[in-house]
């Protein structure tokens, strides 16, 4: 392959991831607690020819707004800290995302069934109990409280990637510190941290830079065959 095909490969591959990206933010723009992805790029020299990549796709924690439901069960994170959940196989997941229900068993969960873990692991409310959550994380009724949420956060949160559903996972080396008083919006929701008047700007962007990519294959090919036609 030529350099100048190489190099138009890489800038139309590089583009597309990032296409990808802004497209999953847009489409999440609704679920709470999401947390929008970013992509890097960078320039790689590999003898004397260059082409771009993109090494890493990283998490944007940028806090977002929150939405009043009314719910008593439902709450927001103030500052930083994650909400913890079982995820499917069992591990211990995180999440912004404070829309949470009781199943038919009195748990406390995610829309999604996921459970929403406390200090001692799944929280329950009983038959015929009310639950409440309460500003620093209690899960109440009337016979008095039941459990209490855990909130951790991370000191070195650049080791955290997406695990799906509004999920995220942790590596070891993350920092996950666990916060020993919270203090949560009950009440309130954390919406998505997608705002869509930047994502189409991206958008736009990443478009002229895919077309851009693509003209310079198309123009590169037509050189090569240009080349051979003249020495044949």
Same mark, same amino acid.
């Given at each position: =392959?030529? *350099? ?9 591959? +590089?583009?597309?991831?990032?296409? !990808? ?12 607690? %999401?947390?929008r992805? +970013?992509?890097? %790029? ?8 260059? %082409? #771009? ?6 998490? !944007? ?11 008593p ?20 997941y995180y ?13 406390? $969960? ?5 459970? $929403? &873990? ?11 109990? /009310?639950?409440?959550?309460?500003? !620093?994380?209690?899960? =109440?009724?009337?016979?008095?409280? $039941?459990?209490?949420? @855990? ?10 990637? /997406?695990?799906?559903?509004? &999920?995220? #996972?942790?590596?070891? /080396? ?10 949560? #919006?009950?009440?309130? $929701? ?7 008047? #930047?994502? =189409?700007?991206s &958008?736009?962007?990443? *478009? @002229?830079?895919?077309?851009?990519? =693509?003209?310079?294959? +198309?123009?590169? !090919?037509?050189?090569?065959? /240009? &080349?051979?036609?003249?020495? +044949?």
């Amino acid at each position: =392959m030529s *350099s100048g095909l190489y190099i138009g490969y890489s800038g139309a591959s +590089t583009s597309r991831q990032q296409l !990808d990206a802004i497209a999953n933010n847009v489409a999440n723009i609704s679920t709470a607690g %999401f947390r929008r992805d +970013t992509t890097r %790029f960078d320039t790689v020299l590999a003898g004397d020819l260059s %082409f #771009a990549r993109t090494p890493e796709t990283n998490l !944007d924690l940028s806090p977002a707004s929150n939405r009043l439901t009314g719910d008593p069960l439902q709450a927001a994170v103030e500052g930083d800290g994650f909400f913890v959940v079982e995820g499917a196989d069992g591990g211990e997941y995180y999440t912004r995302r404070g829309d949470f229900r009781l199943d038919s068993r009195g748990r406390l $969960v995610l829309p999604n069934g996921r459970p $929403v &873990l406390g200090a001692g692991g799944e929280l329950i409310v009983p038959d015929t109990q /009310k639950g409440t959550l309460t500003g !620093d994380g209690r899960l =109440m009724t009337e016979l008095g409280e $039941v459990g209490r949420l @855990r909130i951790v956060r991370f000191e070195n949160p650049g080791s955290l990637s /997406k695990a799906g559903e509004s &999920l995220i #996972a942790a590596q070891p /080396k993350a920092g996950l510190v666990d916060v020993e008083n919270p203090a949560l #919006a009950v009440g309130f $929701v954390e919406e998505s941290n997608v705002n869509v008047a #930047a994502e =189409m700007v991206s &958008l736009i962007e990443a *478009s @002229r830079i895919f077309e851009a990519a =693509m003209r310079s294959i +198309t123009i590169n !090919d037509e050189l090569t065959q /240009k &080349l051979i036609q003249s020495q +044949t």
